[in-house]
């Protein structure tokens, strides 16, 4: 059982199925009855990873520059969207719920379905539920002025499903919710096909966005007075700037770890296949560059990486872990992994527990297999029951809890730099992260402003998180 203390870790995984993070939560719309809502407000509710997150904050963007505001609840808003995941099929049963709970209540709201489950069903959506106004993929955001002109003249069914494009979204205004560390995308998309992902499908091909305007943004944001930023990307390492400059992944985190006032750069997620020696490289002579790198396994199986594609074996990624051990910094390793995929026999599990044995990470983002429309693997044979697959998932994270729980035992003494970013008021702790990404919840004397680096020696650890207290 985790200690009282241990309140979970965060990681720039993209692990949670929903995040509404764009407008606090809310009640469900059933329980709201429809109001005379400002036709010009708008709720933007978010599932998924950190890149829905953060092309939500572009949508609002757009949306705030036609004059649009936001609100916190649904039956304040004229316009309710949805910006959507389809990676796993819970989460996408959890956005036709909440769309369902609008079939009679609707009336005089324009709904709008954005997104990877936008982007799979699409037409579809509008026959399912028939209240629905708008449904736009991801890769079409950048039409998203055109479509809001249409509904806004009355036009009840505008779709934006466009996938070949070598556009990457770009918007004159971004809404930042988070206080202290600043999104950039630097790549849309994906050229891989791994067989159980909808990524290809639903974001489209793989682009990636020119140096300039990536290192204008961290410009930008620096002035306004962020110090971490975050590069995103489906594989984010894959990065080939467009432009003359021609800068590679390496060159670019350089490039952004070099504007002034920025002081921690972090990106994610990595593929294991474009991991090379140079990025450790990098990060060891950089001090803003921060020591964790999250790089999704899957599997610990070569046979099963195989039927996933991949791209690499399990040899393969257990040398890259290597370069990455033998770096200079006590680098952070964090990955995600899947079980029950089809065929995966009881040895493909073991090789997967023996992996997390060899590569230590600091935390696994761990999901059963999930079928889904459009994947190679959908119709595989030898699915594996679900029954089995749970269990083969609670004896993974268990696994992993203790790897853990025996990691941060050697955190208790040592003192870490970190940036505060929240407040657990009923605990009088404060919270921060260090460079490695872990939390820790530290008491001070000092009232201390969010946003703020101290300095803060660990007093106790747990598997997801350590307690320390501050250190003047
Ligand atoms: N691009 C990243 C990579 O190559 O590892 C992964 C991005 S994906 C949005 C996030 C994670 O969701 C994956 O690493 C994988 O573990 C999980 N995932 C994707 N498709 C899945 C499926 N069909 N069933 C279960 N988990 C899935
Ligand atoms: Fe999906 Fe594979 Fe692309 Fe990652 S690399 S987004 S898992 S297809």
Redesign the pocket.
Known sequence: MNKPFDIGIDSLS?ASETSTLTISPLPEPSQIPASDASPKSFYLETFG?QMNVHDSEKVSGVLLGRGYHAVKTPSEAGLVLYNTCS??ERAAQKVFARIGDWKTISNGKVIGVLGCLAQQEGEEIFERAPWVSLVCGSASYRRLPELIDQIESGNRRVMGLDLDTDETFETEITRRDNLFRAYITIIEG?D?S?A??V?PHTRGPERSRPSDAVLAEARRLADAGYTEIQLLG??VNSYRDPSPRGLDFVGLLRAVAEVKGIRRVRFT?S?PNDFHREIIDAIDETPALCDHIHL?V?SGSTPILRAMRRTYTRDEYLEKISWIRAGRRPYSITS???VGFPGETEKDFEDTLSLLDSAQFDAVFA????P?PNTPAQHMPDAIPEEEKSRRLAVLLEHQRQIQAKRNEIFVGQSFELLVDGRRTKRDQWAGRTTCNRIVNFTTPREILLGEYVQARVTQAGPNSLVGEQVF
């Open positions: 993209s990873c990676i796993r994906c891989y791994c159980y992902c990524v489906q594989t997620t593929h999704p899957q995600d992994a899947i999901f059963t297999y999930s889904r």
